[in-house]
Each structure stands twice: as structure tokens, then as C-alpha cells.
């Protein structure tokens, strides 16, 4: 399968504790986005890389939060000090260069107790 | 303050009816409009989407309508079946800047065979 995968599928923490997710894009694509989805809700936009540049940073995106990129493949999403607010999905997508489209991944439950 | 506002927020059609999903936005630098899917647990998968220079598309079942004037946009199922029975999402994103999607807040699909 050549799509969006993400790891690990569900993660269930206590509060306090830090996450940390794994998203490995479709390859080539030069784009990767992180959103955050809670129960019906649509996805909100939290984070996105071009190559290995973090170039845009939603508000939703606390000091708490923070994703890299570091060559340009994958992406981590870490959580420091989680709290159970931060109970959502947490989604993945990438785009290649020059198109609109973002393909999903299956996404990261998080679950704070 | 969402900006993509979307309706209804749940829909049940009987088999071969035609369900119909609309969505709104105000801000005219949106230049593409995609249609998500998502069923329970699994990522948005891309259904169909469209630019504001055609009022119309076409793929399988499904269809979007686009009014620029209006600023709005639906999505048509036609022949529905009961494995369409998902969440379905419609979201915008503008060309400058990071492309990130804005999602609607979802209609749950119901088609009862």
C-alpha cells in the first residue's frame, strides 16, 4: 500500500504524560499537513511542511505542541504535558508539488485519561 | 468562526434516492473545493472536487454543483447505496500560502436499503 500511514493507530496516555505520532507521506510529495479532528467536528488544520520547512503554524497549535520534519520524508507530532482537551484524531495528510489534492492518512486516536 | 459552513448535519435517504449536501463560504480567494468521505475510524478519503471556473462536475455517482455568485457548492449522490453511509465533508482551501484545507462541520449520511 503506497498511502499515508501513520503510527501508531490508537494511543491512550495519562495526563501529564508526553505522545509522541509518526506520519510517513505518500512518497515524493513535497507537502505534508497535520490536522486535528475531534467527534463531529470536520479536521482542523494545525501544521504544515514543504520539503522539511515548517512554514505555517495554526493558533490551535499550543507551546505544548511541537512537529518536525527532519529530511523532508516523515513527520513527528509531539505532545508535551498532554491534557485531556488534547483527546482527538489526529490526521495526517501530504500533497505532491504543484497539486491541490491532500491524501489522508487513518489517523492517531488519542485518548488522555 | 467557521468558514465553511455546511448542511444538513445529518441526512437519511432510502435506497436510489438522491441525497443532496450543501455548503457556503465567504471567503472569495478559495479557489478549490474537494469532498470528502469518512467512515468511522478511518481518514477522510477524497471523493471529488472543483474549481470556480466550471459549475459543474461529474464522477460516477457524484456530482458537485458550484454557484461562484452565491458562494456555495453541493455535492449530489445519485443511485445512493447503503455503503454510502458515512460522514461526508466539504472543505475549501486557497492557492496562497499553505493550502490548508477548511472543512465543514460534516453531514452524516444515512441510506436505508
Known amino acids: 500500500d503506497t498511502g499515508v500511514s501513520q503510527d501508531p493507530r490508537h494511543k491512550i496516555t495519562k495526563r501529564g504524560q508526553n505522545v509522541t505520532f509518526r506520519c510517513d507521506p505518500i512518497s515524493e510529495h513535497n507537502r505534508l499537513y497535520w490536522y486535528r479532528q475531534t467527534l463531529g467536528q470536520g479536521p482542523e488544520f494545525l501544521t504544515y511542511f514543504q520539503n522539511e520547512a515548517q512554514l505555517e503554524k495554526s493558533r490551535l497549535l499550543s507551546d505544548r505542541f511541537s512537529a518536525e520534519r527532519p529530511k523532508g520524508s516523515f513527520s513527528t507530532l509531539e505532545i508535551q504535558r498532554t491534557e485531556q482537551g488534547d483527546s482527538a484524531m489526529y490526521l495526517c495528510a501530504s500533497s505532491p508539488r504543484g497539486a491541490d489534492t491532500q491524501y489522508f492518512g487513518p489517523g492517531t486516536r488519542l485518548t488522555v485519561l | 468562526q467557521q468558514q465553511v459552513k455546511q448542511s444538513p448535519q445529518s441526512l437519511i435517504v432510502q435506497k436510489g434516492g438522491i441525497p443532496i449536501i450543501n455548503c457556503a463560504y465567504e471567503?472569495?480567494?478559495?479557489?478549490?473545493f474537494p469532498w470528502y468521505q469518512q467512515f468511522p475510524g478511518k481518514g477522510p478519503a477524497l471523493l471529488i472536487a472543483i474549481r470556480p471556473d466550471v459549475s459543474e462536475k461529474k464522477e460516477g455517482r457524484f456530482t458537485i454543483s458550484f454557484n461562484k455568485s452565491a458562494k456555495q457548492f453541493s455535492l449530489h449522490i445519485m443511485d445512493s447505496q447503503p455503503g454510502d453511509s458515512a460522514t461526508y465533508f466539504c472543505?475549501?482551501?486557497?492557492?496562497?500560502?499553505?493550502?490548508?484545507?477548511?472543512f465543514g462541520t460534516g453531514t452524516r449520511l444515512t441510506v436505508i436499503p
Open positions: 471567503n472569495t480567494a478559495f479557489d478549490y
Open positions: 472543505a475549501a482551501s486557497m492557492s496562497a500560502g499553505a493550502n490548508n484545507l477548511f
